[in-house]
C-alpha cells in the first residue's frame, strides 16, 4: 500500500513539473518527509526520480528544436560542482529557513516573466550571454541538488530572458543538465548511505510515467501554453514557500 502511495504521489508531482518546470520536489520530498524517511534519504529520493524522468522530458520537448551545446556543456560542467557541494551540505542546512526566500524570488520571477508577454513565446535565439549564464550555472546546480523545486523556473527565464529561447527549448535544455546535477548529487548522498531501495522504485516508477506524460502535453500544445502552467504553478508553489510551508 506504501509502494502504491508513494508511486501516485510521484505521478501527479512530476506530471506538473514535467508540463511547467515548477519542481516536483515541493510536493514529494513533504510528502516523503511524512512519511518518516530522513531529509538526506528523502532527497535520494527525489534524485533517483530525476535521473530517470528527466532524460525522457528532455527528449519530449527538443523533438521540434535542438540542444544548445555551446550554452549548456560549460553551464553542466560549473553546475556539477555546485550539486556535489549541495549533497555535502544538505544535511547541515535547515530547509525550513529558506523556503520564504526561494518561495519570493520565484515569485518575482514569475512577475517579471508575466509582465513581459512575449517572453518565451518565440525562438530569438541570442549569440550574447553565455557569460552571465556561466555564472548562474553554479547556484542553479547547487539548488538542484539541494531542493530543486522551482529550478525549471529559475533557469526557464534565464535562457528565456538572456539567450531568446522559447520555455520548451528552455526546459528540454534544463532537463538535460537537471540530469547531471541530479545523478552527481546522488552519487554523493548513496555513497554516504542515505538510500532507501523501496522508496527509490516506488517513486521512480510513478516519476518516469508522470515525466513521459507531462512533457508530452507541454511540447505537444507549445510555449504559450506552457506559459500560462508555468506561472499558474510556479504561483502556487512560491506563495507554498513563501508562506513556509
Known amino acids: 500500500m506504501k509502494c502504491i502511495l508513494i508511486g501516485s504521489i510521484s505521478f501527479a508531482a512530476v506530471f506538473f513539473s514535467s508540463l511547467s518546470g515548477c519542481g516536483s520536489g515541493f510536493i514529494t520530498l513533504p510528502a516523503w518527509l511524512m512519511l518518516g524517511y530522513p531529509l538526506p534519504v528523502a532527497l535520494a529520493g527525489d534524485k533517483v526520480s530525476s535521473c530517470l524522468w528527466t532524460p525522457v522530458a528532455a527528449k519530449n520537448y527538443l523533438a ?8 549548456l556543456l560549460p553551464m553542466t560542467g560549473i553546475g556539477i560542482l555546485g550539486s556535489m557541494a549541495a549533497a555535502f551540505f544538505v544535511v547541515r542546512v535547515d530547509e525550513a529557513v529558506m523556503r520564504p526566500v526561494i518561495g519570493a524570488v520565484i515569485l518575482l520571477a514569475l512577475l517579471a516573466s ?19 549564464m556561466r555564472l548562474l550555472a553554479f547556484p542553479f546546480g547547487y539548488y538542484e541538488g539541494f531542493f530543486g523545486a522551482g529550478n525549471g523556473i529559475f533557469t526557464s527565464y534565464a535562457f528565456a530572458r538572456i539567450k531568446g529561447f522559447s520555455l520548451t ?19 554523493v548522498l548513496v555513497t554516504g548511505g542515505f538510500y532507501d531501495i523501496p522508496l527509490f522504485l516506488s517513486a521512480s516508477s510513478g516519476a518516469v510515467a508522470g515525466g513521459y506524460l507531462g512533457s508530452r502535453v507541454g511540447s505537444t500544445r507549445g510555449s504559450a501554453f506552457v506559459k500560462k502552467a508555468y506561472l499558474v504553478l510556479g504561483t502556487v508553489l512560491g506563495v507554498k514557500l513563501l508562506l513556509g510551508y
Open 64 to 71: 521540434a528544436s535542438s540542444v544548445r551545446w555551446k550554452t
Open 114 to 132: 508575466g509582465l513581459n508577454r512575449g517572453l518565451g513565446i518565440e525562438e530569438s535565439p541570442r549569440s550574447s550571454g553565455d557569460g552571465i
Open 169 to 187: 527549448t528552455s526546459l528540454g535544455n534544463y532537463y538535460l543538465m537537471a540530469f547531471v546535477w541530479s545523478l552527481c548529487a546522488l552519487a
